[in-house]
């Protein structure tokens, strides 16, 4: 199994708090990604990073921004959480954007 | 656009069953990467298959059997003589080399396998 953590795995909040999800990860892929997880929406990419301070976004990025400034860490934070923002987020490594991304065990967020 | 297209949202079959998970993509890019993943009950995404576009030949693994077909834009994933631990959520996606090298994900089907 490829080597990825997320912390925390779980967390509530209330509505208008940041909040910091980090992803981990010792397989010095180049590829990283942040998803969230909705009933009926499958996975949704909201922001990848190619390389260190390279980011770009995905197709549900407001409300959102990430930082990588070490290959191993990708950063999710939510600046001001809003109840439409609870859901699963799963990060995700590949070596290459054409390659397999392999997924992190998730993180469960509710805001309140 | 790119998009997936999982049109069945819960499929329920006896053990022993044989079982197919349709998927059907769009895409314009000529080079592109497809996937299939599963996620249990205990929630982790697992990956199971990756196809790329140049590549037709169906594949099995096991039980497991999938079938790209590009002239229909599909890439189905058939489950012979089904078991209950087979019972999951399984997602198809597709990734693109322009517009950034997004990966789309499906919205996903729910295996039912019953004993």
């Known amino acids: 199994d490829a080597g990825i953590t997320q912390s925390p795995r779980h967390k509530v909040t209330e509505t208008g708090t940041p909040v910091t999800l980090r992803c981990h990860q010792t397989?010095?892929?180049?590829?990283m990604y942040w998803y969230r997880q909705d009933p009926g929406h499958g996975l949704r990419l909201i922001h990848y990073?190619?390389?260190?301070?390279?980011?770009d976004k995905g197709e549900v990025s407001d409300g959102y921004s990430v930082s990588r400034s070490k290959t191993e860490d990708f950063l999710l934070t939510l600046e001001s959480a809003t109840s439409s923002q609870t859901s699963v987020y799963f990060c995700a490594i590949s070596g290459d954007y054409q390659e397999t991304q392999y997924f992190g065990p998730g993180t469960r967020l509710l805001v309140l | 656009a790119q998009k997936v297209t999982q049109a069945q949202t819960e499929i329920s079959v006896v053990e022993k069953e044989d079982v197919t998970l349709d998927c059907v993509y769009e895409?314009?890019?000529?080079?592109?990467?497809l996937f299939w993943y599963k996620q249990p009950p205990s929630g982790e995404l697992v990956f199971l298959i990756r196809?790329?576009?140049?590549?037709?030949q169906n594949e099995i693994s096991g039980r497991y059997s999938w079938n790209f077909q590009k002239s229909t834009s599909s890439f189905n994933f058939t489950i012979t003589a089904s078991q209950v631990v087979d019972s999951a959520v399984y997602f198809c996606a597709l990734t693109g080399n322009t517009g950034g090298f997004k990966t789309i994900f499906g919205a996903g089907t729910r295996l039912f396998v019953k004993a």
């Open positions: 196809r790329n576009s140049f590549d037709e």
């Open positions: 895409t314009r890019d000529t080079t592109y990467y």
């Open positions: 990073s190619y390389g260190v301070k390279d980011t």
């Open positions: 397989e010095n892929h180049r590829y």
